[in-house]
């Protein structure tokens, strides 16, 4: 039963920790990885990056399934709004961001795979030899900067996140935190 007290499910649980594993380990990845043009990443960070598509689609439908864990705790309505808005803004980021590196790398005739699986091919420009000749240059670097754009707004959205996760654990002592590393509550 979804209520204050009651433990998360293992599902929600575990869900969690592994997207904010991923979604942590990849925007890293991702800024790293481009700043200092170490190709080799790439396809890593392609491939990683679809299978956590899988595993956000997943949770998406398991969230509109369940519903929203009902907030522990004390905190003022405004609160409670805030904290709903960017776990929606996480939640949505969790989909979106894969899909606009899909659409980008897609788009831009770089193509993508999982782990030597080709999804969609490298395109080489028959004209240019060495270049790769883009699917659709307009579409690939409007997708470019959606990938950016909702990068940096994840990154502040996980700051306020775990700010909060924090305020909860140590100023208000209350179980949210507790409750989702699978303890139970009082
Ligand atoms: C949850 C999944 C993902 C997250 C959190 C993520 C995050 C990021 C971030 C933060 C950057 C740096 C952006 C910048 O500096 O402008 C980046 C770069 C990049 N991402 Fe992703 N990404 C994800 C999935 C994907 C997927 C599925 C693909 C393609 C199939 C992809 C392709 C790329 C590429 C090619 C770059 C380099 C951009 C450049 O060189 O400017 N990403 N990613
Ligand atoms: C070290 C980092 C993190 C900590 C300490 C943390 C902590 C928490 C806690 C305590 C809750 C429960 C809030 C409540 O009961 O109202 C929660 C929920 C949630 N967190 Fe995180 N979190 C972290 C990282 C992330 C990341 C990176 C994402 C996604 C990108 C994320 C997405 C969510 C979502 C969507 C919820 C709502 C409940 C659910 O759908 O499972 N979290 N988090």
């Known amino acids: 039963m979804n209520t204050a007290t009651a433990p998360l499910s293992r599902t929600t649980v575990t869900l969690h920790w592994l997207m904010a594993l991923a979604m942590i380990g990849l925007t890293s990845v991702g800024l790293y990885m481009a700043e200092f043009e170490v190709w080799a990443l790439y396809p890593i960070h392609k491939s990683v990056g679809i299978l956590v598509l899988l595993l956000a689609v997943l949770r998406a439908a398991w969230r509109l399934k369940e519903g929203w864990p009902t907030p522990t705790g004390q905190a003022s309505a405004l609160q ?9 803004l996480l939640l949505l980021s969790t989909l979106a961001m894969p899909i606009s590196g899909m659409i980008f790398s897609g788009a831009s ?43 940096y707004v994840l990154i502040a959205a996980v700051l306020l996140h775990v700010a909060g996760a924090l305020k909860h654990h140590v100023l208000d002592r209350d179980a949210s935190l507790r409750r989702m590393l699978g303890r139970s509550t009082p």
């Open 80 to 88: 409670q709004t805030l904290a709903k808005a960017v776990h929606w």
């Open 109 to 151: 005739g770089h193509g993508f795979g999982i782990f030597g699986l080709t999804l969609m091919e490298h395109r080489l420009d028959p004209n240019k030899p060495g270049e790769v000749l883009p699917l659709n240059a307009g579409l690939s670097e409007l997708a470019h900067s959606l990938h950016s754009i909702i990068g």
